[in-house]
């Protein structure tokens, strides 16, 4: 039993309670967790908060369309769910704390180099100096590892086995993406000159 992690004062199933008011007591489970939560939320983890047989999914639904009008919002983000601020009220929390600074704060090229690692993953020192024709410093690399933006991947192949790099959870979390598939296309970007081509 000491694994288990079922919690033993939490009653799921809310059997006492009519359907409409468990259906919202269920809801409010979901946004606490989200709420509590820094990062998103898999299916799996608000199951556990919520009667055997609810739609975590129509949950999350129904708790999204209930903060309409509210400066927050349930965003789907690498297959779960997290609370994330509005647009519209960015710039006042930009004026009242030093909040959202990890990657506004990096230069044009830091930002070149992330794009580069996120469309060409996994990749290496050698394949960015590829791309961009130089030398990428290790601190570079090191200011989007401190933001989370990117980890080490798999060891390459090639001689030496150098370490790969490629983009985290916290990549998707930062520029509002599901999943990787939802990167603007690539040739779009060369066109706009934007980011090197492929190879280059």
Do not use: C
């Amino acid at each position: 039993m000491a694994g288990d992690r079922a919690e033993p004062d939490l009653d799921r199933e809310l059997v006492d309670l009519p359907p409409e008011l468990r259906w919202r007591e269920w809801m409010r489970r979901i946004e606490a967790v989200l709420f509590a939560s820094a990062s998103p939320v898999p299916r799996e983890d608000l199951a556990r908060v919520v009667g055997q047989g609810a739609s975590v999914e129509l949950l999350v639904e129904d708790l999204a369309a209930d903060l309409e009008g509210r400066a927050f919002a349930v965003a789907a983000v690498t297959g779960g769910w997290i609370l994330r601020t509005r647009p519209a009220y960015a710039p006042a929390i930009r004026a009242a704390a030093d909040v959202g600074q990890q990657v506004l704060d990096l230069n044009e090229f830091d930002i070149a180099v992330l794009a580069a690692i996120a469309y060409h993953q996994p990749i290496t020192r050698d394949g960015l100096k590829d791309i961009f024709g130089k030398e990428i410093a290790r601190d570079l690399i090191g200011r989007l590892n401190a933001r989370k933006l990117i980890a080490t991947g798999p060891r390459s192949p090639r001689r030496g086995a150098p370490y790969t790099f490629v983009t985290t959870e916290q990549f998707l979390v930062a520029f509002d993406l599901e999943s990787l598939s939802d990167l603007p296309d690539r040739e779009r970007l060369e066109d706009d000159g934007l980011t090197a081509p492929a190879g280059g």
